[in-house]
């Protein structure tokens, strides 16, 4: 992946660390064959602190004798050639004496080439997804769109016409991650606490065989693998630590600076310093378009010491074509018990705990980050369906649980955030470093769901009670 104006690779990272920090977005790769070569790439940036997207280039193999040109070819008198050569000389692209030696015996077969090309690419793909450093794929087509067509319709990053619908866009509730590449597999249920950070949720579950397709029973049966644990902390934002610090505080003198920090990305006004908070650690998106309607409530408690990073209102049989709400395919209707998850300190979640004896239909899960203070009113060994749907000839979906036993998981995760992206921006033994690893060492994660959907959310009014008794508002 070298650039022919420079004499080695260390020195093309140089220059590539140069002109990213001038202002460059993101990086298109040249063309690679094996995915190992771009995960060392990444590594190699990473290393040299180059954080921002990087986009993998492949090229999927079509005809052998083009193919042969572009990767070993400097001369001939074939006109059509032409610019594949220079492609060549520009890329430095390397090819595997393995690949070549796999395309030997069938290179006069040009279908035969071609479909092994959308074979392999399509693999590529879902290894490259799979990773978690994708956003993205860059193809070089060389006006021959079919191969690529098809290799996105097989990773799931294309839609017939007639599958697509207008009004509703959601296949399901939660974002299925890059590429949609388990589309094939059926996977129609996930744990909802990974619904902002679906790529740790693609690794934890990457080396299932098959996954829920309907229910989501005991998550810890065999019959689709367990959640597994990973450093998944470090697939975390691609803003510059610089960008960090502008956005989370680049001094903090107390927890109520971090509450801002929550408060800002919610209601997307600026903070003290001028700039907007597009992103927490827990949350790398824009709200959801179900969130708007109840962020000022959000909002509140928030800036009050309960710090959300996932919530969903009720839903009592909206339209599947809703445009808020909505998912699933035409002719149907979704449902939603309220739900809310959050960090809050000791005192806030010993009330809490306290107050949810008087609300039976309400669902709770309360842990600190060693997993020692450990509380909750629901069956450990059983889900609880928060969202799911009714269509025409079809059983109902139930796309989105609580689960708590993958809240073990998620927990661990959620936690390590603190200090692996927000406290990490901050010099050891700094005021600000020591404000984020209390936050990290004292406060409590809890989950609520409000079991009765029809009658209304009442989560925040609970929550309420609590800070009033606390005499906070």
């Known amino acids: 992946m070298a650039s022919p104006d420079v004499n080695s690779y260390e020195e093309d990272l140089k220059h590539l660390k140069a002109e990213v920090d001038a202002g460059a977005d993101l990086i298109i790769t040249q063309m690679f064959f094996e995915v190992k070569t771009f995960l060392k790439f990444v590594d190699d940036c990473q290393r040299n602190r180059i954080n921002v997207p990087i986009i993998p280039a492949l090229f999927p193999i079509q005809v052998f004798n083009k193919f042969y040109y572009i990767t070993h070819s400097a001369h001939g008198q074939d006109e059509n050639f032409n610019s594949l050569r220079q492609l060549k000389r520009l890329s430095r692209v390397e090819i595997p004496q393995w690949l070549l030696d796999k395309l030997a015996p069938i290179k006069e077969d040009t279908t035969a080439v071609m479909n092994y090309g959308i074979k392999y690419s399509t693999e590529m793909c879902k290894q490259l997804f799979g990773s978690g450093h994708v956003h993205g794929v860059h193809f070089y087509t060389l006006n021959r769109e079919t191969s690529i067509t098809e290799i996105l319709e097989k990773i799931g990053m294309s839609y017939k016409e007639d599958e697509l619908d207008s009004a509703s866009m959601r296949r399901l509730p939660w974002m299925p991650g890059p590429a949609q590449a388990r589309r094939g597999q059926m996977e129609l249920v996930r744990p909802i606490f990974w619904t902002s950070r679906p790529r740790s949720y693609m690794i934890r579950t990457s080396n299932w065989d098959e996954f829920p397709n309907g229910r989501w029973g005991d998550s810890s049966a065999a019959s689709f693998g367990e959640l597994r644990d990973y450093h998944l902390v470090l697939l975390g934002t691609n803003e510059s630590k610089e960008e960090l610090l502008n956005m989370w505080g680049r001094e903090l003198n107390s927890p109520e600076d971090v509450f801002e920090v ?84 000791e005192e806030i979640a010993m009330c809490l705990y306290e107050v949810l004896q008087d609300y039976p239909m309400v669902n709770y899960h309360i842990v600190n980050f060693s997993g020692k203070e450990d509380v909750t009113n629901a069956n450990v060994y059983s889900s609880n369906a928060v969202t799911w749907g009714v269509f025409p000839g079809s059983e109902i979906l139930q796309p989105t649980v609580v689960d708590p036993i993958a809240f073990q998981f998620w927990k661990d995760e959620a936690f390590a955030l603190w200090k692996h992206q927000w406290g990490h921006i901050y010099s050891d033994k700094s005021l600000s470093r020591g404000i984020i690893d209390t936050i990290h060492d004292t406060y409590y994660l809890i989950n609520l769901v409000d079991n009765d959907y029809v009658a209304g959310n009442i989560l925040f009014d609970i929550l309420d009670i609590v800070l009033k008794k606390l005499g906070k508002i």
């Open 262 to 345: 929550f408060v800002c990305y919610l209601t997307g006004k600026e903070n003290r310093h001028g700039y907007k908070v597009k992103e927490i650690p827990w949350n790398q998106d824009e709200l959801a378009s179900e969130t708007l309607p109840f962020v000022d409530k959000l909002a509140h408690v928030n800036k009050h010491g309960v710090l959300t990073i996932n919530s969903q209102p009720n839903v009592n049989g909206a339209p599947s074509t809703d445009p808020v709400s909505g998912w699933g395919r035409p002719g149907g209707y979704v449902f939603q018990k309220a739900y809310l998850e959050f960090f809050t300190s």
